[in-house]
């Protein structure tokens, strides 16, 4: 990668993050931290406003607007191939998010790489199991819960056909055993719960903070499921 192009692609890091440390350009890039100082200043003397904050790392200023990213035909066409998998392994709140997210990296397109996308839609195909489809829409309501670190109240439906109202502390979202699996603290039982999203029945945001302050990190408790990964 020649030097404008790695210039670029660290200020569409930067753009997509909070926060970048010097160590993460380094590693993504394949470059020594010194590098890093070289290519972040090289950034400020065009007139982005990159700032530092430690420990935290290099953040873009609030208020400064890029360039709409532009993407390669490779990457284009990256994204058109996962449509097909997002299509099969999730639910129908994520596949309506992800096909306007696709139209718009369309309408960015040149023509050219229009012409390509159209190409491809047509000679790519996802042969899956009738067992696949997901016809519930709560996936994107457990994001929001996640990241806003929200309590989610859900209706669940068990394998017994026994019916309870929950209230979660949402860690994570896995995926095994062809299913996504909602991990979270459950003030019901006051334990951890695995929640196969299909069986949940109906989800909200309920908009409460948690209440626990240090929850396990989802990695730790992914050593107890019940697969190797």
């Not at 010194?34 to 200043?41: A, E, G, L, N, S």
């Not at 208020?63 to 191939?81: C, H, K």
């Not at 596949?95 to 306007?100: A, Q």
């Not at 309590?151 to 860690?171: M, Q």
Request: hydrophobic share 35%; with cysteine.
């Amino acid at each position: 990668m020649n030097r404008i192009d790695r210039l670029f692609g660290i200020l569409t890091l930067l753009q997509s993050k909070k926060h970048v440390t010097a160590e993460q350009i380094a590693e993504n890039y394949g470059i020594s931290i010194r590098t890093v100082y070289r290519d972040i200043k090289a950034i400020q003397e065009q007139g982005v406003p990159v700032s530092f904050e430690q420990p935290k790392g290099y953040f873009i200023m609030q208020g400064y607007f890029l360039p709409p990213v532009s993407f390669t035909t490779e990457e284009a066409n990256a994204l058109l191939l996962m449509e097909s998998l997002v299509h099969a392994f999730s639910d129908s709140s994520i596949k309506r998010n992800y096909s306007s997210a696709l139209s718009k990296v369309r309408a960015v397109g040149r023509d050219s790489q229009k012409k390509v996308m159209d190409i491809l839609d047509k000679h790519m195909r996802t042969q899956l199991p009738a067992r696949f489809p997901q016809n519930y829409e709560y996936l994107t309501i457990i994001q929001n819960c996640i990241s806003a670190q929200t309590v989610i109240a859900i209706g669940y439906k068990n394998s017994k056909d026994e019916i309870t109202e929950r209230k979660i502390e949402p860690i994570g979202l896995v995926f095994y055993a062809f299913s996504w699996h909602l991990i979270g603290w459950c003030t019901l039982r006051n334990e951890y719960r695995d929640f196969k999203v299909s069986r949940i029945l109906k989800a909200s945001d309920t908009g409460s903070p948690f209440n626990t302050k240090e929850h396990t990190g989802l990695d730790e408790y992914m050593k107890q499921l019940p697969v190797n990964f």
